[in-house]
């Protein structure tokens, strides 16, 4: 057999995995098997393919034996396969912290355990997103995840999570629609969906025409990959899902987007008419974001904004569109996708310890929980680009990037970058203070916490914030209307995927040398696009 | 070997927390052997790297090549010298940190290793020999200090100072990042020798030069960013001590040192170092002088004196450079073991403040002579390296100040600049006294601290060490001046030879010296005064407050971006996305301009009617205000549609279009049951204009858009040829299925996926929200209350054929139409299962067949309950939804098995008893998944969102109120959700 017949699998088993465990419905034992067993034949599938990709090029399929551009075809090349490694060894960390949870099950009386099913159709929907080499058929991948996405977002039916489904679920689909919709002017214009295909027609569209294309199709991505201005919705949405929902969908969900950017700017679009506008829009989503996060008192929030404002990183590294630029945007989705799912899945088990994910209802973890207090304090300064992780690494690979690129907006930027570096520690360490050093209040008299850590008084941060913090406050605040929930003790099934997480990130830099020789290899193919197309039509594209 | 000792610390500093929870505060001794050797390995080193015949020792390992960077060790001259600092120290703090805690006091494990990790990290940033290395170990000493500082974080303070310790060095941090980068790139190499050798030049590297001082002057808490050092005293003695005076605020002091040599020609360098450097120095001895917290007053003091080894290492001079490294080593023996004096004072006392503190030469003699020692060593008086440093020192610059000595500093500045350290000495004089005095002395009307104590001999044997340290080196000079050489002569022979010793002759230097000596004596003598005259200096602006206002208003600003940006409301979020489609692919279509488009009207007049009727029904239902009829005027527009493919020829999609209009109508209807008949009345009006203004925009760019789009088209679309080849190798005449089933069978199998998920997980939300499952059960099952109108039909309990008596009261059922459906169900199944084979050469498949079938079992729903549902789908939803999705899936994997494409399809050809010669192809397995999984989603969707048809009819007739309760409850949780 030989490595492009396993191309399709990370997308099809998921599927048979969701249709076993639908007709299992009301065997949990059975779904978690299903579940578990194809998530890990996944990764090793993931892994074989990313090593045969890298050593013999791009791995196609042909789907039904219909070869491209007739059919569709599906391409594990460096890059697609690098992104299905990573999201695969995710999700199967989230998957078995969600068995730990136990938010698998919501009772005895359920109708049909959806969690599993659901939760492996999303991740065929990613995988498909990556995996595709036909426009069309990477919407359909993102609608695959998105519908499953819609699903686990509203998991549990509390009123606080369909009010934020309810954001997430239309603003999505209005992107769908907008990208949707750039797929058949494209096809209006070109005659064809295929990616190679389009990269050679495309050429021959006047220049005005392809690059308002282009911009469409941008559009429809920034809203997935939350890129500034079309990112707002995030934040409202993603911190009321269960903790290992988010985890995944924080670290798969935008960068999906990411990498649809990553894929159309260099296959089918070519120069960097657009660079100017991706500087500004990574500049402000950094900023903004990061700000968003100095501002939250909830470490679920704070990490929302977080994870939007370093999407501003990767939208530089394209922006600046040299190999390497392109080759630190991808070292940094691989590890962005890694310590946003870890620190997703330690609020879990902050939330669990502690009863709650409010700063200002925590308290004294670092004493009461030091194992905890280890899972969370690396994996934040690995988040703020702290040496030696590689957090850092990509940030460096950007900067350099930006030296080289050494036009004054990529100095602006770089300016922005370490600006959003240091308040993400600020961040940090502020939730650090506060949840894991500052006592915990006691509950009964009153309390009048000493909440100034950081300098600024936490009426400043919080308290007078005016009319506008309570609108942006109010989807969320109603969301948790808990009184401080009981503090239950950690369990290894939950500690040890979120600790084999914050290891994984380590290990990141480890092999942070052999990384960056393939995503600089991966970022050359990108530029050169010949290897991929002349892979998916070895015919020669023709008009 | 470098490496090994640096990896050496942080595994000790990994065991230290299960060390500690054996040997209590004895792990402190254990941890202390690992620096303890590597001093022993450095020191053996010596010969080699110090010295007349000095060469280097490197080691390198390859890291991350694709960014240049390398795990590169390098020990020279001036490494040499701070790794004997940072591990001799490291080693004895480390000891006397075992007498320092009790033996119960908590987190020692972890304060532990925290202390011993940052010494190996410490070691870390003086051996590396690699920019980027370098900041890795630098950035780290900073996380170690924060966690050090936060020891006891209960109080508020601590944390505070900890914060700030952090957020400063990392600000400054990050500028030197970006500072290494475009040194870096310019150099093309991040090998730290590398750039040495070959520095590089240009505007680009002098903005890089400001950016690697901001660096070094926030770590070595220069000014402005002086104030974090003084709060992080904070941190246990211990801390103190070693961190933040001997090691790591050395750091800044290190990288001027080390980068002074190729860069201090480089403009702004040593204009920005002497103003800093002389204004810290002159600062903090000032406010050193009015400290009352012992610590606190050793702490300003360190900043003068960084102040101090800033101005004279980086000033790049031969003789300054041999002075400032022997300062170097002075600094840290005496700094170091004041604090620790400190510490045992603090212990045996009870308090730090001087003014409390009486009579405790007494009973500490061995701290007191070490006080005494390490404080004449601060001042600079002979025999001490204190003096020997000062007084190379002085010497150094009384040469820039008359001839420049090759840096070119004109005399004005040179002057001013030793004025500038001659009165930092005396403060420092001052300062050194007041220590003594105010720790030791016994003072008139001060009581001895009750329970005084003095320290175990390991306690005191630290700094009574580092101090004795200090009084040998004076009168090493004739030794320390060739092992320091090889550092110095990285500069050119300068005015002097330079040399260490204690004696250089009667010049201008011994009388500077004295003169400070005196004045710091007078200033001791005259402390009272001293006190007066500051209290009338005192400014009224600490750069403190700076800093904490400075996060105020990011605090600040943070609140109002975010609630400007981030408001909750879906409906800006909309409007911002339509206007930046708008505004961006729009402007650049604009921009594009439209070629020649060829318009034509319609093929078919009818065309334009159906248009205009779509366009009509599309307005009338953004305009409608009732549910009801908006969702029949989206189904006109459906319906239309549907026409249009007609029209085109394309009977499979309208048909397609047809069923999911119906279906969807129907499904409408019965969520539209539980909600209010309006849609609320909301006070948008106004913002109606702009909102109608945004979306005609977006409808007209669109329009436009697609005919210029279109109008572009240079290929034929790859479509062309789908007809001919469906039927060539689909084996199918219904292009459309072909597509469908064959062709595009991946988007088919991703498309039912999203079936699937959707309609679990719309049942599962009903569940939550009103109790109803999509789960059948069976009829035993059923609330029994119900059974009453069973009662009355003529089977009673048995199965009967018409089952809506089980549910609905009799005056609610209509026998003709159950009767009716009854009979018409199978037919309309079987007529299912007709379009579902027939499809691939006729309108039908899977999809449409799917829908045919759904609709039959609705009708059966509708007409006689949930009982008539189940007895036509005595199955769970969900099963049928997975087998199907499980059938298709599995069909796509089958080719595989045998060598083929995933979903490729292949014609079989049978011979089956009583059907005869049967031919098909595989792909129809693949259209029965399908089929099976709209048929799991009709079920799923009537048994849930449907269910409640009966019930509300059979609670309507037991009682009435009930419903109109259940009504409004549920009215009012879908209200919470919206």
């Not at chain 1, 079309?230 to 924080?250: E, M, N, Q």
């Not at chain 2, 903090?284 to 900043?303: E, I, N, P, S, Y």
Request: glycine share 10%; with cysteine; charged share 10%.
């Amino acid at each position: 057999m030989n490595a492009s017949a396993l191309v399709p699998l990370p997308v099809i088993l998921p599927l048979l995995g969701a249709g076993l465990a639908f007709a299992f419905g009301r065997s949990a034992r059975a779904q978690r098997v299903v579940s578990v067993v194809v998530l890990s034949v996944i990764v090793a599938v993931a892994a074989v393919l990313l090593t045969r990709a890298d050593a013999h090029g791009p791995q196609v399929m042909h789907l039904g034996g219909w070869h491209a551009p007739i059919g569709i075809a599906l391409v594990a090349d460096r890059v697609s396969a690098l992104m299905l490694l990573v999201s695969a060894v995710v999700a199967l960390c989230v998957l078995v912290y969600s068995l730990g949870q136990g938010v698998t099950e919501y009772g005895p009386d359920t109708p049909l355990s959806v969690f599993h099913p659901t939760f492996l159709v999303l991740i065929a929907g990613v995988s498909n997103a990556f995996l595709s080499g036909d426009l069309f058929n990477i919407y359909v991948g993102f609608e695959v995840l998105l519908a499953a996405s819609y699903v686990l977002l509203t998991l549990g039916g509390t009123s606080g999570r369909i009010r934020a489904g309810t954001i997430y679920v239309i603003v999505s689909l209005v992107s769908s629609v907008i990208f949707l919709t750039a797929i058949a002017l494209i096809y209006a214009a070109t005659g064809t969906v295929n990616l190679a295909h389009l990269s050679v027609r495309l050429e021959d569209v006047p220049d005005g025409i392809r690059l308002a294309l282009q911009l469409m199709l941008m559009t429809g991505f920034a809203v997935k990959a939350a890129v500034f201005p079309l990112w707002a919705w995030l934040p409202d949405s993603y911190p009321t899902a269960p903790a290992p929902v988010t985890a995944v969908f924080a670290g798969l969900l935008t960068k999906v987007g990411i990498y649809a950017i990553i894929r159309t700017q260099t296959l089918l679009f070519p120069g960097s008419e657009i660079s100017g506008l991706l500087m500004w829009a990574a500049l402000l989503t950094m900023l903004i974001g990061v700000l968003g996060a100095v501002a939250q008192t909830d470490v679920k929030r704070m990490l929302s904004f977080t994870l939007v404002s370093h999407i501003g990183y990767m939208v530089f590294g394209v922006a600046l569109s040299g190999d390497d630029g392109l080759s630190a945007a991808m070292f940094y989705v691989v590890h962005h996708i890694t310590i946003q799912t870890t620190l997703f899945l330690v609020v879990g088990l902050i939330e669990r310890r502690g009863g709650s994910t409010a700063l200002d209802r925590l308290g004294g973890l670092a004493r009461s929980s030091p194992v905890l207090a280890v899972l969370f304090f690396v994996p934040a300064m690995n988040l703020a680009g702290i040496p030696p992780f590689p957090g850092f690494l990509g940030k460096v690979a950007l900067m350099q990037a930006g030296v080289e690129n050494a036009s004054p907006m990529a100095y602006v930027l770089i300016a922005g970058a370490v600006t959003t570096s240091l308040l993400t520690l600020y961040a940090m360490a502020k939730a650090w203070n506060r949840a894991f050093w500052q006592p915990r209040p006691a509950e009964a008299d009153g309390w009048h916490r000493d909440a100034e850590d950081g300098a600024a008084d936490s009426t400043g941060a919080a308290g007078a914030a005016g009319p506008a913090t309570d609108l942006h406050r109010g989807p969320v605040s109603v969301a948790e209307p808990e009184a401080a929930e009981p503090s239950r003790p950690l369990q290894l099934a939950m500690t040890g995927p979120a600790a084999a997480l914050v290891l994984v990130g380590i290990t990141l830099s480890v092999v942070a040398g052999p990384l960056f020789d393939l995503t600089d290899r991966a970022a050359v193919d990108l530029r050169e696009r010949a290897p991929y197309v002349e892979a998916v039509l070895p015919q020669g594209g023709g008009p | 070997m470098m490496a090994v000792l640096i990896a050496a610390h942080l595994a000790a500093a990994a065991l230290a927390p299960l060390l500690a929870g054996r040997l209590r505060s004895r792990v402190f001794l254990v941890l202390a052997v690992v620096p303890a050797t590597a001093f022993a390995w450095l020191a053996a080193r010596g010969g080699t790297v110090a010295g007349p015949d000095a060469r280097s020792i490197t080691q390198s390992t390859a890291w991350v090549d694709s960014l240049g960077m390398q795990l590169s060790f390098r020990l020279g001259t001036l490494s040499w010298v701070m790794a004997l600092l940072v591990t001799g120290i490291g080693a004895l703090v480390l000891v006397y940190s075992a007498y320092y805690f009790r033996p119960d006091e908590t987190g020692l494990g972890r304060f532990s290793g925290l202390l011993t990790g940052f010494a190996g990290t410490m070691l870390g940033l003086v051996l590396a020999d690699d920019l980027l290395l370098l900041y890795v170990f630098w950035e780290l000493t900073t996380v170690f200090s924060y966690l050090l500082i936060g020891h006891n974080p209960d109080r508020r303070a601590n944390r505070r100072a900890a914060m700030q310790a952090l957020i400063v060095t990392t600000f400054g941090g990050l500028a030197m990042l970006v500072g290494v980068v475009i040194v870096g790139q310019a150099a093309g190499t991040y090998s730290i020798s590398g750039v040495l050798a070959d520095p590089p030049a240009g505007t680009a590297v002098s903005v890089a030069v400001v950016l690697l001082l901001v660096g070094a002057v926030s770590k070595s808490a220069l000014v402005p960013f002086h104030f974090w050092l003084p709060a992080a005293m904070a941190a246990p003695t211990p801390v103190s001590a070693y961190l933040h005076a001997a090691a790591m605020v050395k750091a800044g002091v290190y990288v001027v040192a080390l980068f002074a040599p190729a860069l201090a020609g480089v403009l702004p360098w040593r204009p920005l170092l002497l103003t800093v450097g002389v204004a810290t120095m002159l600062l903090g001895a000032w406010r050193a002088l009015r400290q009352h917290d012992l610590k606190l007053l050793l702490a300003f003091g360190t900043v003068s004196q960084l102040g101090f080894l800033v101005v004279v290492l980086g000033v790049g001079t031969r003789s300054a450079a041999l002075a400032g490294v022997a300062m170097l080593v002075a600094h840290a023996l005496f700094k170091a073991a004041l604090f620790l004096v400190v510490g045992i004072v603090d212990h045996g006392a009870g308090t730090r403040d001087l003014r409390l503190l009486s009579g405790l030469r007494r009973r500490m003699p061995v701290a007191f002579w070490a006080a005494v020692l390490a404080a004449a060593s601060m001042a600079g008086v002979p025999p001490l390296a204190g003096f020997v440093a000062k007084e190379s020192i002085v010497k150094a610059f009384v040469d820039v100040a008359r001839t420049g000595d090759g840096t070119g500093i004109p005399p004005v500045a040179g002057w001013t600049v030793l004025v500038g350290l001659v009165a930092g000495s005396a403060l420092t004089v001052a300062y050194s006294a007041r220590f003594v005095w105010g720790a030791f002395a016994t003072k008139p009307g001060v009581s001895e601290p009750a329970g005084i104590h003095s320290p175990p001999v390991g306690f005191a044997a630290a700094p009574a060490l580092l101090a004795l340290g200090g009084l040998a080196l004076g009168f090493l000079g004739s030794a320390e001046t060739p092992a320091l050489a090889p550092y110095a002569e990285h500069y050119p022979e300068g005015v002097h030879h330079a040399s260490l010793g204690l004696w250089h002759g009667l010049n201008l230097a011994l009388v500077l010296s004295a003169v400070s000596l005196a004045a710091g004596a007078v200033m001791y003598w005259q402390r009272h005064a001293v006190a007066r005259a500051q209290r009338g200096l005192r400014v009224g602006y600490e750069a403190e407050h700076g800093f904490r206002r400075t996060l105020r208003v990011v605090d600040r600003v943070a609140v109002e971006v975010t609630g400007a940006t981030q408001r909750g409301s879906l409906p800006v979020y909309l409007v911002v996305i339509f206007v930046v489609v708008i505004t961006v692919p729009g402007t650049a279509l604009l921009m594009a301009g439209v070629g020649s488009v060829d318009l034509y009207g319609w093929d078919n007049p009818a065309q334009l009617a159906v248009g205009g009727v779509l366009v009509a029904a599309a307005i009338l239902t953004a305009r409608s205000g009732r549910r009801l009829k908006a969702v029949l005027l989206a189904g006109v527009t459906g319906y239309g549609m549907a026409l249009l493919f007609m029209m085109h020829g394309a009977p499979d999609l309208a048909l397609t279009q047809v069923l999911v209009e119906t279906v969807t109508l129907a499904v409408f209807v019965l969520v539209l049951r539980s909600l209010p008949p309006r849609f609320s009345e909301r006070p948008l009006t106004s913002t109606r204009w702009g909102r109608l203004g945004i979306g005609a925009l977006v409808g007209a760019l669109m329009a436009g858009f697609a005919l210029v789009a279109s109008a572009a088209r240079t290929a034929d679309p790859v479509s062309e040829t789908f007809a001919e080849r469906a039927e060539a190798e689909g084996r199918g005449h219904n292009v459309v299925n072909v597509i469908l089933v064959d062709i595009r069978a991946w988007d088919t199998m991703g498309e039912i996926s999203v079936l699937v998920v959707a309609a679990t997980g719309v049942a599962s939300l009903v569940f939550l929200i009103t109790g109803r499952t999509g789960r059948w059960r069976p009829d035993e099952a059923i609330g029994s209350a119900l059974d009453s109108h069973a009662s009355s039909h003529p089977d009673g309990g048995r199965p009967s054929w018409l089952r809506a008596g089980g549910t609905l009261p009799p005056d609610r059922r209509s026998i003709v139409f159950e009767v009716v459906t009854r009979l018409a169900f199978h037919i309309i199944v079987v007529f299912s299962v007709y379009l579902l084979f027939s499809g691939h050469n006729m309108p039908g498949g899977g999809f449409a067949a799917g829908l045919v079938a759904g609709l039959a079992l609705m009708m059966r729903y509708l007409a006689g309950g949930r009982h008539e549902l189940n007895d036509a789908a005595p199955v769970d939803a969900g099963l049928v939804l997975g087998v199907g999705l499980f059938v298709a899936t599995g069909t796509g994997l089958v080719p595989l098995a045998v060598g083929g494409a995933v979903l490729q399809s292949a014609v079989v050809d049978l011979s089956v008893p009583l059907l005869g010669h049967v031919h098909f192809t595989t792909s129809l397995f693949f259209d029965v998944g399908v089929y099976l999984v709209v048929v799991g989603l009709m079920l799923d969707v009537l048994r849930s969102l449907g269910s409640g048809v009966d019930r509300h009819g059979d609670e309507s007739a037991e009682n009435g109120r009930d419903e109109a309760d259940e009504q409004h409850a549920q009215q009012e949780r879908l209200g919470e959700t919206r």
